[in-house]
Structures are given as C-alpha cells and as structure tokens.
C-alpha cells in the first residue's frame, strides 16, 4: 500500500494560491524540518545544553538515515558534506586520472559536476569528453545508447546525474555501473534531482560515489549534502584535515594527542564543523519524512497527479518524452512553435504557477505538497498558450 495515499500539503507552509510545482528548484521547508532546525538553533543560547555527543550524534543519525534511504548497510560510508561541488571536488582530487585518459560527462549537465572535472582534466593533460543530447522529444534511449559507448578503456572516470536537471531525461546509471566496472573506471553519480523522490540504491549501481545536495528532493535545508563513498575512496586524502575526523576526537581531552589515523569509513571527508547544531537535526527530520513516505510511494503520487497534467500538455501540442525515459517527479514539456514566451511567464504568474523555464521547454516537478488543483492551474495555463489557445 503507498505510504503517501493523499496529498501532504499540511506538512508545508505554501501559502493558498500558489501552485509550487517547482521542487527542482528547490524543496519548500516542512513544518517539522523547520521545527527541528528552530530547536536546534536555540540550544545554542545557552551552550551548556550542546554537550560532547552533539557533536556525533546527530551526525550519525543523518548518516544513518542516508545510507538506509539508497540502500547501503554501512552509515559509515555516508559523508556530511557543504554542497554537491565538495563531494566532486573530493572525488575529483583522490580519483585516479592519467594523462590522455577520459573523464565522460553528459550535455549541459550541473556545472558542479562539470568544473573539478575540467580542471582534473587539463592538470593531467586528460580529455573531458561530453556526451551530446541526441534531438527530439525522447531522447533518452539514444543518449544512454552513446554514453555507453563512450566509456572505453581509455576512460578513468564517468561522471553523471541520476537524472538530468533541465528535463529529468533518465540515466540507466546500472547499465553505466556494469560498463565502468569492465573497463575499470570510476562512477561518480550527482542524485540531487532524483534521490529522495525516486528509489536509488547503490548495491543495483555500484557507484563509486553518490553526492546528494538536501534541500531539493531531500526535503532538507541548504547547505547540508550528503557523499557515499565507496572502498576506493577508503584511503583516500580529504580537502580538509579536521579534528573531528581523527580517531579518538570523541575525547575532547586528548585531542592535541594528534592522531594520523582517521575515524573509519568515509567520515573523513566530513566538512568543519559538520555538526551544524541547527542545520543538522533538520535534515534528520528531513530524511524522516522521506523515509516515511518511502521514494517509491512519493515517485507513484507525483506519477499519478502528473498524469492528467501531461494529457493537457499533449493536447495543447506541448512534447513530452516517452515515459521510460522521463521521472515521474521532474520532466520537460517542450513548448509548440510559436508559443510567446512572455505571454507565458505572465500567464504563469497571474495564475500562481511556480515552474520553471528552460529555454524552449517547462521544467515541471511536483511532489507530495501537490494537489489536484495544483497541476489543474498549470494545465488551464499550457492550454490557453499552447495550441488553440
Ligand atoms: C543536478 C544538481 N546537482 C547539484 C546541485 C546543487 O549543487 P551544489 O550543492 O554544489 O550547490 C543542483 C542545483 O540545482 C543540481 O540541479
């Protein structure tokens, strides 16, 4: 039975009349995520209520919850990161990457994904090699098609999004998992526009690492990411050297008795002062949500509610791809010819309609804060500038 039978709207605060169906954008902050976070804020007026185990607990149990929500049985792999853009950055250095070797990106991917990438690349002399988006209105099958023909035994790493941002076109990250491991190259998965709102596990992927930013499908707060990391990375160097990492930070007392090993596991990319005493706790209850509702059961509601949605786009002589190849919870209509862009964006807002345009196309990504009238608003705008409009 879905977790998630009805819409969740009570659980946010989005004021009557706005029709948020932007959560790629970023995700609205949930009553009890913003309860936590304001809790935890507090505590800092008078210190004494923040004792030694605040520093590890609250840490451990967001990495708990991360590991549980893609799959993995050890918390410890979980890293408490600033950004996605750290968690490359932290792949980018401890990769190994040869001159004349290739790094595979695909088209107009983030560029948080992109920019440790190039820079690895011309340090070493590699070749950063994009895998172009094929045309038309289902992409993806074609452009899975290449990328995996593009990963080669001259590639050291394949660096990708679950999902693409501008679209939601689908990855067939298994399939991409199966091809590094025969050529022996490194996978480094950004699930910031799926994980949390569609299943991912890393035992179906086997990425090398997996770099999640909270505040979008996560239903977190901004500046709190999440980095699973693999055994290649367990010895790897961090972009910081913190006391926290170190063993045996748990006692405060001994902490200038400096230790060369580090706490086990992946803990050693941590950022400073990863126990955000305010931050964290929210994205506990954040996770707590996510996990209640479950991927699967927040992935069918936004595929339900969304159906009659693409129907009306279809109507209106809007694109959308083939359903194998677009997420339930994030895709793209691509406008009909003509369709006057600000006519739209002002239709958009006279209605409440909070989408977002890229280029040609409507980013659309509902969750379960979602109704029925949400995606109605939206429909009544695509029809009245789309065809016969
Ligand atoms: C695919 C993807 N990755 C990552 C991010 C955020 O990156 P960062 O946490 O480095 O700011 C975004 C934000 O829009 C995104 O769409």
């Known amino acids: 039975m879905n977790p998630v039978r009805t819409c969740q709207k009570s659980v946010f605060q989005l004021p009557e009349g706005l029709h948020y169906l932007n959560c790629a954008y970023m995700s609205p902050l949930a009553r009890p995520v913003e309860d936590a976070i304001v809790a935890g804020l507090r505590r ?30 050890r918390a410890q792999r979980v ?9 490359v950055a932290v792949a980018a250095r401890n990769l190994p990457v040869a001159r004349d ?12 994904n992109v920019y440790a990438w190039r820079r690895r690349a011309q340090e070493v002399g590699a070749r950063l090699i994009t895998v172009e988006r094929p045309g038309g209105a289902t992409p993806g099958e074609a452009w899975n098609a290449a990328l995996l023909e593009a990963v080669d035994g001259d590639t050291a790493v394949v660096a990708l999004p679950t999902v693409h941002w501008t ?8 399939a991409v998992g199966r091809r590094c491991r025969e050529v022996g190259a490194a996978l480094v998965v950004d699930g910031t526009q799926s994980v949390g709102a569609v299943p991912f596990d890393v035992r179906e992927v086997r990425p090398d690492a997996l770099l999640v930013a909270a505040y979008k499908w996560m239903l977190g707060p901004y500046s709190v990411a999440f980095g699973w990391f693999g055994p290649r990375f367990d010895d790897g160097v961090p972009l910081e050297e913190t006391w926290i990492a170190r063993a045996g930070s748990e ?3 001994g902490l200038v008795d400096y230790q060369d090993a580090y706490q086990p596991g992946a803990i050693r990319y941590d950022v400073g002062e990863r126990s955000n005493f305010a931050l964290l706790p929210g994205a506990v209850a954040a996770l707590d949500l996510v996990l209640g509702w479950t991927p699967e059961g927040i992935s069918d509601y936004t595929a339900r509610l969304s159906a009659p949605l693409l129907d009306a786009a279809v109507a209106a002589g809007f694109r959308v791809a083939d359903p194998a190849w677009r997420s339930p919870h994030l895709f793209g209509l691509r406008m009909p010819a003509g369709v006057d862009l600000q006519g ?6 006279d209605r409440g309609v909070s989408v977002s345009i890229r280029g040609t196309s409507l980013r659309v990504s509902p969750h379960v804060y979602n109704d029925e009238g949400d995606v109605a608003a939206l429909a009544d705008v695509l029809t009245a500038v789309g065809r016969g409009g």
């Open 167 to 174: 679209d939601g076109t689908r990855f067939d990250l298994a």
């Open 344 to 349: 739209l964006r002002a239709r958009l807002a």
């Open 101 to 112: 070797q290739r790094i595979v990106v695909v088209a107009e991917q983030f560029p948080g």
């Open 79 to 87: 890293a408490l990161l600033p950004a996605v853009s750290y968690g």
């Open 44 to 73: 800092k007026r008078v210190p004494t209520e923040v004792g030694p185990a605040d520093f590890f607990d609250t840490s451990d149990a967001a990495r708990e919850r991360f590991a549980g929500l893609v799959g993995s049985d």
């Open 251 to 253: 006692d405060f007392g």
